[in-house]
């Protein structure tokens, strides 16, 4: 009998000598690894990014931001204050331009006693003698508004009273003062003319003086009122009056401007 010896492992091919076991399982490969891991990286780094920006911005940014608003504002107030200051200071100058000419235009209409008073000495005829000279006040005139600029005040009537040695005397007076650059000749008028005892038995003239015994002189009451022509007008006639210091004041306001 035969006997049939089969040995499988002499028919086996040797396995390679690598030192251990060798998987049979071919190894897992993941499409993409690289740049999935790529992008997690750039997504960490992206947050890294985003928590330094947060905490610059809070940090640093912000308050210095806020202190720049701050200075902003702090500036604002300051400009405004100013810009008002500055409004204020231009109402005051306007006040004080409008009282200024306002006071100028005042100016411009006084008429000095003493230039008056000269004035009629030099026009009065001999044997007339002005006993006063009185400004009455207008009735008729509104009352002033305190806080209204100041204008030009209205003409003021005046009321001559004397003794004359005759009609004639006190109709010839009444005349020249009507040619006074002073008066308004149209508002000049003799209001009374009446013979009484003469009161001292003297009438002096504007520069001759006589005596004598008179029984009866002319007692005369006339009314006018001051011209409404401006000084500046008058310069002249006031420096031959004697006014020279409203003259030189009135030459001063308008080197000015003011008048």
């Known amino acids: 009998m035969y006997s049939i010896d089969i040995n499988f492992l002499n028919d086996r091919e040797p396995l390679p000598e690598t030192g251990g076991r060798e998987s049979s399982r071919p190894p897992l490969e993941i499409p993409g690894k690289a740049a999935l891991i790529a992008g997690g990286g750039v997504a960490v780094a992206f947050l890294l990014a985003t928590a330094g920006a947060w905490v610059y911005f809070e940090k640093v940014q912000v308050p210095k931001l806020e202190a720049e608003k701050q200075k902003l504002e702090n500036d604002l107030g300051v400009v405004a204050a100013s810009e008002q200051r500055l409004l204020q200071i231009r109402t005051e100058t306007d006040l004080v331009e409008k009282q200024t000419e306002a006071l100028g235009s005042v100016f411009n209409y006084i008429k000095p006693w003493s230039a008056l008073m000269q004035d009629m000495r030099?026009?009065?005829?001999?044997?007339?003698?002005?006993?006063?000279?009185?400004?009455?006040?207008?009735?008729?005139?509104?009352?002033?508004?305190?806080?209204?600029?100041?204008?030009?005040?209205?003409?003021?009537?005046?009321?001559?009273?004397?003794?004359?040695?005759?009609?004639?005397?006190?109709?010839?007076?009444?005349i020249v003062l009507q040619r006074s650059s002073f008066l308004q000749g149209s508002q000049t008028r003799l209001l009374e003319a009446t013979l009484v005892d003469n009161p001292n038995q003297e009438i002096q003239a504007s520069e001759d003086r006589f005596e004598g015994e008179l029984k009866q002189v002319v007692e005369y009451t006339i009314s006018t009122q001051l011209s409404s022509t401006p000084a500046t007008e008058l310069l002249p006639e006031l420096q031959r009056k004697g006014a020279q210091g409203l003259v030189d004041r009135i030459k001063t306001l308008q080197q000015r401007g003011v008048i």
């Open 122 to 174: 030099d026009r009065i005829p001999p044997g007339v003698r002005i006993s006063t000279v009185e400004q009455l006040e207008d009735e008729t005139q509104a009352a002033v508004d305190p806080e209204a600029p100041p204008s030009a005040p209205p003409p003021s009537r005046l009321e001559i009273k004397g003794y004359a040695k005759s009609f004639n005397d006190v109709n010839d007076f009444t």
